[in-house]
């Protein structure tokens, strides 16, 4: 009998604004601490990706978002430095302040601060997979290898 690969699965969200797109600063987690990500996190046991995204962004940014507005953007399919796959499916929606509320940084205790970017421009200390989610996105790309060698 072979090992079963284990993926762990998280989702992200790409809140755009025009041709921006939100971004928290990480710190003081111990992980990726210094760099900008996309607003995501990891679906608890039993957790489907839609009600996942919307737990996450309402943690994370306290905006009020609904399983139905939520579109698929990509899948990034990559190897993280500690040599574990992980899937990361991304989904957008466009910020509309009424209906979700402007984004704030709730959980300053793990991000220094959140900020929107151009989507082609984003800042140097991006995390890969976050970069990637977006690249991926604006190219219209539904599915992308990261850290993979072939």
């Known amino acids: 009998m072979t090992d079963q690969p284990v993926h762990p699965v998280d ?14 600063l990480r710190a003081d987690t111990g992980y990726a601490d210094g760099q900008w ?8 046991r039993g957790e489907d990706a839609l009600t996942g995204l919307v737990r996450e962004a309402r943690e994370e ?10 579109r698929m953007a990509t899948t990034v399919h990559r190897l993280n430095n500690s040599g574990i796959g ?3 499916l991304a989904f957008t929606v ?7 509320g402007e984004p704030v940084n709730a959980e300053p205790h793990k991000c220094a601060a959140i900020a929107w970017f151009p ?12 970069a ?8 219209g790309d539904p599915f992308v290898l990261s850290g993979w060698t072939r």
């Open 11 to 24: 989702v992200l969200l790409l809140l755009t604004r025009g041709d921006q797109v939100l971004l928290a």
């Open 37 to 44: 990500n996309l607003p995501s996190g990891k679906l608890e």
């Open 61 to 70: 940014i306290g905006v009020r978002l609904e399983p139905a507005e939520l």
């Open 86 to 88: 992980r899937l990361g």
């Open 94 to 100: 466009e910020h509309e302040p009424t209906r979700h």
């Open 119 to 130: 989507a082609d421009a984003l800042p140097p200390n991006t995390y890969p997979s976050s």
């Open 132 to 139: 990637v989610c977006v690249q991926a996105f604006r190219a």
